[in-house]
């Protein structure tokens, strides 16, 4: 399998995820997946931008990146996918990609939302798309960076329901 990360940050390529991340993961190819964003040039324009030297990019969107990923298009890749928010790795799993595990790392707040740690930010159907991850296998962690501890994701969500 290339997947060797996999990450929700709502900012998604920035600081942390194009430096911190990529390296660590020694990642060859960061795919971004979101419908939405694969439909926005200027959007796109940005992450081409922000993406480290020598690593590839793809902007896809759900569909499209779990047919590709399902065909072996990546396998000799070090693939890193990251999203916005959780029901797009949701609707990867039940495309029939596998995702052991998944980072929650940062989603920002708004009059909606509901804080489950300083840089996490949930609604309710966040919670119930976390629980169907869960449901499906993944293990769900908290991580911002990879010099802190992962710790177990649910507890910290428990404390929002």
């Known amino acids: 399998m290339a997947i060797i990360g996999t990450r929700i940050d709502g900012r998604l390529i920035h600081g942390q995820v194009a430096n911190l991340w990529t390296s660590k993961l020694q990642a060859s190819r960061i795919m971004v997946i979101d419908d939405e964003v694969a439909q926005n040039d200027i959007e796109k324009q940005g992450l081409k931008l922000a993406c480290p030297p020598g690593v590839k990019l793809s902007i896809l969107p759900v569909a499209k990146a779990a047919e590709n990923i399902l065909a072996g ?4 890749q070090r693939l890193f996918i990251v999203a916005r928010r959780p029901d797009r790795f949701l609707k990867l799993v039940e495309h029939g990609v596998t995702i052991p595990e998944l980072n929650v790392g940062n989603m920002s707040q708004s009059p909606e939302t509901r804080s489950v740690t300083r840089s996490i930010n949930v609604v309710d159907k966040d919670i119930a798309d976390f629980d169907a991850l869960h449901a499906k296998g993944v293990k769900l ?8 501890a992962a710790k177990d ?3 910290l969500l428990e404390k929002v329901r």
Request: proline share 13%; net charge negative; aromatic share 14%.
């Open 153 to 155: 994701f649910l507890p």
């Open 141 to 148: 962690i908290a991580q911002m960076v990879p010099n802190d």
């Open 73 to 76: 298009k990546y396998d000799s």
